[in-house]
């Protein structure tokens, strides 16, 4: 059989597995018996329903557990000022070891959306050194607890980085292959058997991760290669160019990730994998539209179970204006309404690519766009920008009503995300997001 029919059955065979997989997981979990997270006392979650001639009434009732934790997030959400909403929408990168210091003095909170920990920032050293990335992590551990017990924040700030499958890797943990590798062995061997695999790998890395501290995850790569000479293509980072195979391939990665209770991302939609352009250095253009994103792009991202998704700064022509970080078309359209994803919704970086500075100059009126557009979260991997963000997005809740419910809503699914987190045998971390 020659390699490309090969492939196209494979394909077809990488939806099929989707589908059953997604079959087969899709009851709400059970409450395990640990202590700490499952009620003793309470009545359990109960769903009723009564049926007449012409009518079906279907009622679900909530533990006391849950019913409370969803009443004391929506009073944090009520009360918090639309400065305090500000900071919760971004994820910031601290430049240097002192990373409390930095928080205080340079961010301005403690109370931040979250925190990205890369070697790129020095944030810890020799940047190989385990030990001292985990001294690192340890200290942003205290400032958490600082954050919700001193600062008042509740819900400190998401720890965050950057580790997909093989070179980019922004920590010192051991990779899995990467993506090709993985991609290759699909086509040649047994499929299930290798999404069975790297299923268990990823979970062994979000284990190793979450062990040093690590809640999120930003290394799933969902791209789908449209050229060969494209600018993921070049990289090597990808699962290839066949979306079936991409999206199996890139679901197993989520799943090992959410069963080791590390929140993974999806990226970088709608699909880097069509921009020869390289967005760090310029402005990237999806080829071929969205007719060719329908049968590319979007399959990945289908029924997916991330928790968070991330989009790139990627034109597409449906709107020639704004890339995906900064388009309601895309973000809202595509994402939210087309693929009905209810998940965190996370920017690439906005503070130094410049697929995002020749688009808008200022990094506040970026982070306005990128909420606007329907993002929850804005990442900021330059923290000497926060306080302008912060500033302009603060200005913009005060002045627009609209603008401060799309902020409440954005901290609203954050904190669902933390509830995951947190609390994953009442709120699943992966999977439904309502």
């Given at each position: 059989m020659a390699r490309s029919s090969r492939t196209l059955i494979l394909g077809a065979v990488a939806l099929l597995a989707i589908a059953l997989v997604i079959a087969l997981t899709s009851r709400e979990p059970t409450p395990t018996d640990d202590a700490s997270d499952t009620p003793t006392t309470e009545a359990p979650s109960a769903t009723t329903t009564s049926t007449t001639a012409s009518t079906t009434t279907t009622t679900t009732t909530v533990s006391p557990r849950v019913a409370a934790l969803i009443a004391d997030t929506e009073a944090l959400i009520e009360r918090s000022t639309p400065e305090e909403l500000a900071y919760r929408l971004v994820v910031t990168g601290l430049t240097g070891r002192e990373l409390s210091t930095r928080l205080t003095e340079t961010v301005g909170s403690l109370c931040v959306g979250g925190v990205f920990l890369t070697e790129s920032n020095n944030n810890w050293a020799p940047i190989d050194d385990r030990d001292a990335f985990a001294s690192a992590l340890f200290d942003l551990t205290a400032v958490r607890y600082d954050a919700a017990v001193g600062a008042g924040c509740e819900y400190g700030p998401l720890i965050t980085t950057d580790a997909e499958l093989g070179s980019v890797v922004r920590v010192p943990v051991e990779s899995p292959p990467a993506a090709p590798d993985w991609t290759s062995r699909y086509i040649d061997g047994a499929p299930y058997d290798v999404l069975v695999d790297l299923q268990e790998r990823a979970h062994a890395y979000g284990t190793d991760l979450l062990h040093l501290g690590v809640d999120v995850n930003f290394g799933t790569v969902a791209d789908v290669d449209t050229a060969p000479d494209n600018f993921m293509a070049r990289q090597g980072r990808t699962f290839g160019d066949d979306a079936g195979i991409v999206a199996a391939l890139a679901n197993a990665v989520v799943r090992g990730q959410c069963e080791a209770g590390i929140a993974p991302t999806l990226k970088h939609f709608p699909n880097q994998g069509a921009t020869p352009e390289d967005p760090h250095r310029s402005r990237s253009f999806a080829g071929g539209g969205l007719d060719l994103w329908e049968t590319t792009g979007r399959l990945p991202y289908v029924d997916t179970e991330a928790p968070?998704?991330?989009?790139?700064?990627?034109?597409?022509?449906?709107?020639?204006?704004?890339?995906?970080?900064?388009?309601?078309?895309?973000?809202?359209?595509?994402?939210?309404?087309?693929?009905?994803?209810?998940?965190?919704?996370?920017?690439d970086d906005l503070s130094t690519m410049q697929g995002a500075i020749d688009v808008i100059a200022d990094p506040g009126d970026r982070a306005v766009a990128a909420i606007r557009a329907g993002a929850d979260l804005v990442l900021f991997v330059d923290d000497r920008d926060v306080a302008r963000v912060v500033e302009a997005l603060t200005a913009e809740m005060d002045a627009d009503p609209e603008f401060l419910e799309s902020a409440q809503g954005a901290f609203r699914r954050t904190l669902r995300l933390h509830l995951g987190l947190k609390a994953s045998a009442f709120f699943p971390l992966c999977g439904s997001q309502s």
């Open positions: 968070l998704v991330m989009t790139g700064h990627i034109f597409m022509d449906i709107d020639a204006e704004l890339p995906a970080s900064m388009s309601s078309a895309i973000t809202t359209g595509l994402l939210r309404d087309d693929l009905g994803y209810e998940g965190v919704v996370i920017t």
